[in-house]
């Protein structure tokens, strides 16, 4: 088997102006798919299961000479299939609405304060890495960050500001890398991080919400 570049979910310039048809067609077709294609070179060879979800919450499994490299491609595998998808052109993702508002509001206390916690996260990010609206075992929501292409499901090789025992799965992520917003912002990390909250599909993220709580 082989893992596969999926399709984009709208055209590269469907998320204008927030994020440009350039960078989304270079963010797409080359960046992901240069994971896509590192990481079907990691894994020849190795029984590995069909799901890269599944495959980067068990790292252990893998020998570890080809580890670091699934955990990079492996990782920016999963994280890019997951940001494309709570993406939406402007106006049409709708917002929070009942178990995951309700979800946020006793966590955050708003809307509005849930933004400001991730945009934090997301602006103080050092260097290369994501921001992430989790769902913890507990079932309760979190924010936090991660480095490179590092995801929370890797648990003790995520890296995850939530501590060395994170077992959060993502429900929204934000790539803060600068080939994803590089060409439009420039070093303008937060106006970036401001324009992705006009793009959220919030149905998405309904919808992992529910699946991650199980």
């Not at 077709?29 to 240069?34: L, N, P, S, T, V």
């Not at 079932?139 to 890797?154: A, D, H, I, K, Y």
């Amino acid at each position: 088997m082989a893992f596969t570049l999926p399709d984009l979910p709208y055209a590269f310039d469907a998320l204008e102006p927030n994020i440009d048809a350039k960078t989304m067609e270079i963010h797409h077709d080359k960046h992901h798919a240069g994971y896509v294609n590192n990481l079907n070179a990691a894994v020849e060879g190795l029984d590995v299961p069909e799901c890269v979800c599944e495959l980067i919450s068990n790292l252990d499994n893998i020998p570890e000479d080809k580890r670091t490299a699934v955990i990079n491609n492996a990782g920016g595998h999963a994280n890019h299939s997951l940001f494309w998808k709570i993406l939406a052109p402007a106006g049409t993702g709708g917002a929070p609405e009942g178990a995951l508002a309700d979800a946020i509001n006793n966590k955050f206390g708003s809307l509005d304060a849930f933004k400001d916690t991730f945009s934090k996260a997301a602006a103080t990010r050092f260097g290369s890495g994501w921001a992430w609206l989790c769902v913890c075992s507990n079932g309760e929501l979190c924010v936090c960050s991660t480095p490179n292409q590092n995801n929370p499901r890797m648990g003790k090789y995520s890296n995850c500001t939530c501590g060395s025992d994170c077992t959060c799965t993502p429900i929204l992520g934000l790539d803060v890398w600068e080939h994803a917003y590089y060409l439009n912002y420039q070093n303008r990390r937060p106006d970036y991080i401001k324009a992705f909250f006009e793009i959220v599909n919030w149905k998405q993220v309904a919808e992992n919400f529910e699946k991650a709580k199980g």
